[in-house]
Structures are given as C-alpha cells and as structure tokens.
C-alpha cells in the first residue's frame, strides 16, 4: 500500500505498518491495523489527522485497549496510540494537567503525592486518560465529568482546549468534536484527606478483586447497565454466567464480563455478545447497549 509510506513520511512519531493489535488491547483480540503510528506530540497528531484527512483514510485513537474489541480481520486506515508523555504536565494548586496517553493511575497517584482528592474512583479503573475521557469513565462513587476542567484536543485544524461543559459528558460516553483526539487533560481537584482517599481507593481495588475476573484478559463491562438494573445480574438470569463459546467465555465471576480463555477471536465474543442480548430481550423484554467499544472490519453476520 503506497498510501502507508506517504502517510509515514507525513508524521515525526513512529510509524509501524501491519501491527498486530491483539497484544494493545486488553482482552487480547483482534488482527493488525494497516498502520500504527506513535505520534511524537499534540502537533504531530494533528498533521497525521489532516494527512489522513486529506487521503480519506478511517483513523482510530487506541487508548490502553481496555474497553475495545477489534476485528479478527484488523483495522483498516491508520490507527493512533499516544505515547505516554505526550505535551506538558503540570500542577497548579488544585489544578493538575497530564498527558492523554498517560494511564488512569496516574492521576491518582498524582493526587495523593500533592494532597488532593476527588479522583479515587479512577483508582482501579484501567486504561489511558485520553480514553476515559471519551467513555466518561467512572463508578459508583465518581466519574470523569466530575473532576475534568478541559481537554487538550487535536484536530485537523490543530491543536486547542476544550472546556469540560462543552464535551457533553453523559452515563460512558461524551460528545468530542468529530475525530478529535484527546492529547491532555486538565483536573481541577480539591485539597483534602488523603488518607481518607487512600482508604476508599484500597476498598474499591479490594472489591474489584473479589468481583471481576482480574487474572483473565477482559475488556471490562460489555454492556451498559440499563435504567434500575444490572446487566451483569440481566446475563447470569438469563443463564450465561460461565457460558463458553469457542475459547470466550461470560465470566464465572461477573457475568458482564467477558474473559479470553486463551486464543479467543473476536466472533467468538460477539456470538457471545448477540446471544445474551437475545435471550436477555426474549425473557426481560430490556435491550441491553453496548459499552464495550467495537473497532474494524467485521463481518456482515458477526454483528451482534
Ligand atoms: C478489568 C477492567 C475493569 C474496568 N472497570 C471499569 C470501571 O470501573 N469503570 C469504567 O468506566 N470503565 C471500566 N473499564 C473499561 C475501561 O477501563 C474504560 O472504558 C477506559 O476508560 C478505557 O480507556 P482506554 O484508554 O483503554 O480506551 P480504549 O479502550 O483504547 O478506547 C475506548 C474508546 O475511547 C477512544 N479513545 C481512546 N483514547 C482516546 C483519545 N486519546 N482521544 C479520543 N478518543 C480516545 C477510542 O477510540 C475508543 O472509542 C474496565 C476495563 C477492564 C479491563
């Protein structure tokens, strides 16, 4: 494909043609991406996306893979995955500016060196900053939106700040410009118990521990829990708590998890994923959402 070289001449990060994908994500599934390009920083970024742009070429910003499966045939186009540092951090007071292909932890291990608080939710929740931006990620006791000021992002037409009151953040999802890419992220947090905090955050990776399959690859939650309900406690009364398909199995643990046994492909978990929506919506009569993200080429019948 002659489009990869002229692409990679285009850009100063580093370039990787036919990159296999399955090791970046978590649940360690899915085939190469055409390119995988390592932007070098924020202006970078934007040059590649007006490069790509200008070829009509798909593009897809990887975080830490933790909430994707990608197709056993790949990704076509170029696929984006920020380097750790990327841009400036820095710490103001209670206000805290990190790189968006840094991982969640470090913004909480941000917070506890310099006395703040608000962001213990983020604590065992993996993943890069630039990706739990755009799923809003959270739990019980918190959520991006409620700590994140603004967003550095890189467009083709350059790199700006987006104030957080325009990102309509939502239940895991938020509303960033179209193809934008997430390079930094500002927190605004609070002086306050830090040894309280380090309680709550020693809690909740305990709970994690007992509830979710953390020695199995798994992306996380496949479903969004629906208005009232659970879709974990949806899955298991429909019967599929450790039901296994090919080498993906619901796990035994936390039925809206799914867990690569080891080989998994990617139409082994979405047979898993259409069949719990579908004995899910014949017995409860809910349509469960997806929240896990799905990324490239499936095929026509894979869909779930
Ligand atoms: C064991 C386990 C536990 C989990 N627990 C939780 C939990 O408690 N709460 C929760 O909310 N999630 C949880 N997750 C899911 C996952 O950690 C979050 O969704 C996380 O925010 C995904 O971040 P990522 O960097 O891995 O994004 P990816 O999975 O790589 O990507 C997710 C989406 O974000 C987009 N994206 C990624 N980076 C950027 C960027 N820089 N700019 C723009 N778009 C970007 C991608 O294109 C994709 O659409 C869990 C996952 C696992 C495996």
């Known amino acids: 494909m002659i489009w990869v070289r002229e692409v990679a001449a285009a850009v100063r990060g580093e370039c990787t043609p036919d990159a296999p994908l399955a090791p970046r994500t978590s649940i360690r599934v899915g085939g190469p991406a055409d390119l995988l390009v390592r932007p070098a920083d924020a202006a970078?970024?934007?040059?590649?996306?007006?490069?790509?742009?200008?070829?009509?070429?798909?593009?897809?910003?990887?975080?830490?893979?933790?909430?994707?499966?990608?197709?056993?045939?790949?990704?076509?186009?170029?696929?984006i995955r920020l380097p750790v540092d990327l841009g400036e951090e820095s710490l103001d007071g209670e206000r805290l500016v990190l790189s968006g292909g840094a991982p969640v932890t470090r913004v909480v291990q941000r917070a506890v060196s310099a006395g703040l608080t608000g962001c213990e939710f983020a604590a065992g929740i993996p993943g890069t900053l630039g990706g739990a931006v755009a799923m809003n990620a959270g739990t019980r006791i918190g959520e991006m939106k409620d700590v994140v000021e603004r967003v550095e992002v890189a467009t083709p037409e350059g790199v700006r700040w987006i104030p957080a009151q325009e990102l309509g953040f939502a239940y895991r999802t938020c509303r960033l410009p179209e193809g934008a890419v997430v390079t930094r992220v500002g927190f605004r947090l609070k002086h306050g118990d830090v040894a309280a905090s380090r309680?709550?955050?020693?809690?909740?990776?305990?709970?994690?521990?007992?509830?979710q399959?953390?020695?199995?690859?798994?992306?996380?939650s496949t479903f969004r829990n629906p208005p009232g309900d659970h879709a974990g406690r949806l899955v298991e009364a429909a019967g599929l708590k450790g039901h296994r398909l090919g080498n993906a199995m619901w796990s035994d643990l936390h039925a809206n998890f799914v867990v690569n046994l080891g080989g998994a492909t990617a139409r082994d978990c979405l047979a898993l994923i259409r069949m719990a929506r579908e004995r899910v919506r014949e017995r409860f009569g809910v349509e469960l959402e997806l929240e896990v993200r799905l990324a490239g080429a499936f095929a026509q019948d894979e869909h779930p």
């Open 199 to 211: 309680a709550v955050m020693d809690a909740d990776r305990e709970h994690r521990r007992r509830t």
């Open 44 to 79: 970078d970024v934007a040059a590649l996306l007006r490069e790509c742009a200008s070829r009509a070429l798909p593009v897809l910003v990887l975080g830490g893979g933790a909430n994707l499966l990608v197709a056993d045939a790949g990704i076509r186009g170029v696929v």
């Open 213 to 220: 399959p953390l020695n199995w690859p798994t992306w996380g």
